[in-house]
């Protein structure tokens, strides 16, 4: 299977709470990526030389790198606080792995990583919807952690997770048993609209069109079916939003829906005023002093506290822990550590991650692989816009696995076209060239 599969397997299955399960003085999720580290130090050194180039997920990652190995060298506080504002910077590493791994695989050992993902999905709409609609069952549930209980929800994340599950079911449909993965995926919707995360909703709705899309194109490309197919999908989520509880939070930001009780709306315009606020404020900071705005603050310091930012968000109570330490939108995350040199660097990794998805979409995907990496990268992405989530293991390690095996699936693919291009190319010159002589 693709190094990397395990800790992502093991990050959907029990999401924030399983990230915190500690082994020893690290975490889970610590562990098992040095496992991964590992086993492709050992594969490398065991399997024989590969022919043919190998491609790399692309110079934004190692930029991303440098720019955060560069940041903690020059830490001169307390290092344990800067290496944990680090860690989701430094997850990118993986992208490595799982793109080097992908090209290396076989299709049986590609297949072997879909089931593993494929079953952690699943374990994790098992435990979600008895802690969703069994919420007294959850409560009896013993505590992994000081900040985490076994089957406790990250409602964001959670309900992106059920998206990709019900993306993934659709696409499976081309397999055959139409009706047990029809099944899944309307099961997986179920405590998605159940649970009141805008956030999650935006990502689990996205994950149901793109899948849609890849599922009803002819041989995999897009068509006027698929357009039509999806169009169909939009109107049937227009139709159940209102009438569920994520939907009625999503309507309600604007404070103009009629469906939604007084008190959903007030919450919901609440928590965006609050928002707003916080991240006016980390820009203010940012912008207000050259040197930040053009490498940022680094790692170890609270650009929360010092901008005032956190104060509207822990009013809300969005982050009880141990301090606001994010804005709650990760690309201002990046613009306050990193300034506008580490936020070009993420805007060229996540422009290039859209143009692959936007032509994985329209040109089909070769593989099931491929298809349940697109659901998860835009899944992440966008709850990571509204929330603390690619600034947490839970959501940077599936995010930056999922990144590796796209950018270097592309340009594989890409190489390869372009190689037996060429190959029929030479021939017919060749031809031309004798009959000249």
Same mark, same amino acid.
């Given at each position: 299977?693709?190094?990397?599969?395990?800790?992502?397997?093991?990050?959907l299955?029990?999401?924030?709470?399983?990230?915190?399960?500690?082994?020893?003085?690290l975490?889970?999720?610590?562990?098992?990526?040095?496992?991964a580290?590992?086993?492709?130090?050992?594969?490398?050194?065991?399997?024989?030389?590969?022919?043919?180039?190998?491609? +790399?997920?692309?110079?934004?990652?190692?930029?991303?790198?440098?720019?955060?190995?560069?940041?903690?060298? =020059?830490?001169?506080?307390?290092?344990?606080?800067?290496?944990?504002?680090?860690?989701?910077?430094?997850?990118?590493?993986?992208?490595?792995?799982?793109?080097?791994?992908?090209?290396?695989?076989? !299709?049986? +050992?590609?297949a072997?990583?879909?089931?593993?993902?494929?079953? +952690?999905?699943?374990?994790?709409?098992?435990?979600?919807?008895?802690?969703?609609?069994?919420? @007294?069952?959850?409560?009896?549930?013993?505590?992994?952690?000081?900040?985490?209980?076994?089957?406790?929800?990250?409602?964001?994340? !959670?309900v992106?997770?059920?998206?990709?599950l019900?993306?993934?079911?659709?696409? %499976?449909?081309?397999?055959?048993?139409?009706?047990?993965?029809?099944?899944?995926?309307?099961?997986?919707?179920?405590?998605?609209?159940?649970?009141?995360?805008?956030?999650?909703?935006?990502?689990?709705?996205?994950?149901? &069109?793109?899948?849609?899309? &890849? %599922? #009803?194109?002819?041989?995999?490309r897009?068509?006027?079916?698929?357009?039509?197919?999806?169009?169909?999908?939009?109107?049937?989520?227009?139709?159940?939003?209102?009438?569920?509880?994520?939907?009625?939070? &999503?309507?309600?930001?604007?404070?103009?829906?009629?469906?939604?009780?007084?008190?959903v *709306?007030?919450?919901?315009?609440?928590?965006?005023? =609050?928002?707003?606020?916080?991240w006016?404020?980390?820009?203010?900071?940012?912008?207000?002093d050259? *040197?930040?705005?053009?490498?940022?603050?680094?790692?170890?310091?609270?650009?929360?506290?010092?901008?005032?930012a956190?104060?509207?968000l822990?009013?809300?109570?969005? !982050?009880?822990?141990?301090?606001?330490?994010?804005?709650?939108?990760?690309?201002?995350?990046?613009?306050?550590?990193?300034?506008?040199?580490?936020?070009?660097?993420?805007a060229?990794?996540?422009?290039?991650? &859209?143009? *692959?998805?936007?032509?994985?979409?329209?040109?089909?995907?070769? !593989?099931?692989?491929?298809s349940?990496?697109?659901?998860?990268?835009?899944?992440?992405?966008?709850?990571?816009?509204?929330?603390?989530?690619?600034? #947490?293991?839970?959501?940077?390690?599936?995010?930056?696995?999922?990144?590796?095996?796209?950018?270097?699936?592309?340009?594989?693919?890409?190489?390869? %076209?372009?190689? @037996?291009? @060429?190959?029929?190319?030479?021939?017919?010159?060749?031809?031309?060239?004798?009959?000249?002589?």
């Amino acid at each position: 299977m693709i190094a990397g599969v395990v800790v992502v397997a093991v990050l959907l299955t029990g999401s924030r709470w399983i990230s915190y399960v500690p082994v020893g003085p690290l975490y889970i999720s610590d562990v098992l990526m040095c496992a991964a580290f590992l086993r492709v130090a050992c594969s490398r050194s065991d399997s024989p030389k590969r022919t043919g180039r190998t491609h +790399g997920p692309g110079i934004q990652v190692g930029l991303l790198l440098l720019m955060t190995a560069l940041h903690l060298l =020059a830490v001169q506080a307390d290092v344990r606080l800067a290496a944990r504002d680090a860690a989701p910077f430094a997850y990118a590493a993986i992208t490595y792995f799982s793109a080097s791994a992908y090209q290396r695989a076989s !299709d049986h +050992g590609r297949a072997r990583t879909v089931q593993l993902l494929h079953g +952690g999905l699943l374990l994790h709409f098992g435990w979600l919807a008895v802690a969703t609609f069994v919420p @007294e069952f959850a409560a009896m549930m013993p505590q992994v952690s000081v900040n985490a209980r076994m089957m406790g929800i990250r409602t964001d994340f !959670d309900v992106a997770v059920l998206g990709v599950l019900a993306g993934m079911s659709i696409v %499976r449909m081309r397999r055959g048993r139409v009706w047990l993965h029809a099944t899944v995926a309307t099961a997986a919707l179920v405590p998605a609209f159940a649970l009141p995360s805008r956030a999650g909703i935006l990502a689990c709705c996205t994950c149901v &069109l793109v899948a849609v899309l &890849l %599922r #009803s194109g002819k041989g995999g490309r897009l068509n006027v079916r698929a357009v039509l197919a999806a169009t169909a999908a939009i109107l049937a989520l227009v139709a159940v939003l209102p009438i569920t509880p994520g939907g009625q939070r &999503l309507l309600a930001t604007d404070g103009g829906s009629a469906t939604a009780p007084r008190e959903v *709306v007030e919450g919901a315009v609440g928590t965006k005023r =609050a928002r707003f606020t916080a991240w006016n404020r980390v820009m203010t900071y940012t912008l207000d002093d050259p *040197v930040r705005a053009s490498i940022g603050v680094g790692f170890g310091t609270n650009f929360m506290a010092l901008s005032r930012a956190d104060l509207p968000l822990r009013g809300r109570g969005e !982050d009880k822990a141990d301090g606001v330490r994010s804005p709650h939108n990760f690309l201002l995350t990046v613009l306050a550590r990193l300034g506008f040199a580490g936020l070009t660097v993420v805007a060229a990794l996540i422009a290039a991650l &859209l143009v *692959v998805v936007v032509q994985t979409v329209r040109s089909g995907p070769p !593989d099931e692989l491929t298809s349940l990496c697109v659901l998860l990268v835009l899944s992440i992405f966008i709850v990571a816009l509204l929330g603390v989530v690619l600034e #947490s293991p839970f959501g940077a390690v599936p995010f930056f696995w999922a990144a590796g095996i796209l950018l270097a699936g592309h340009r594989s693919r890409r190489d390869r %076209r372009r190689r @037996e291009s @060429e190959e029929k190319i030479l021939p017919r010159t060749a031809r031309v060239t004798a009959g000249v002589g």
